[in-house]
């Protein structure tokens, strides 16, 4: 899941799916020279997730 960054990314990636269900990756980790930028990456996928959702259940909402 996590070969290249750490205990301490590995921790943020399993605490960040629990808590926010959001799925970071290695890279998003690697990626983040700050806490903001790791704050940032979890907003906007987080962001996105909802977005799907919610066109999701606007679909389903036009077909039925």
Excluded: Q
Aim: charged share 25%.
């Amino acid at each position: 899941m996590c070969g290249h960054c750490g205990t301490a990314g590995m921790s943020i990636i399993l605490m960040v799916d629990e808590e926010y269900g959001v799925k970071l990756r290695s890279d998003d980790i690697r990626g983040a020279h700050t806490i903001e930028d790791i704050y940032n990456k979890v907003k906007a996928l987080k962001d996105l997730t909802a977005y799907k959702f919610k066109a999701l259940l606007w679909l389903y909402g036009t077909l039925h």
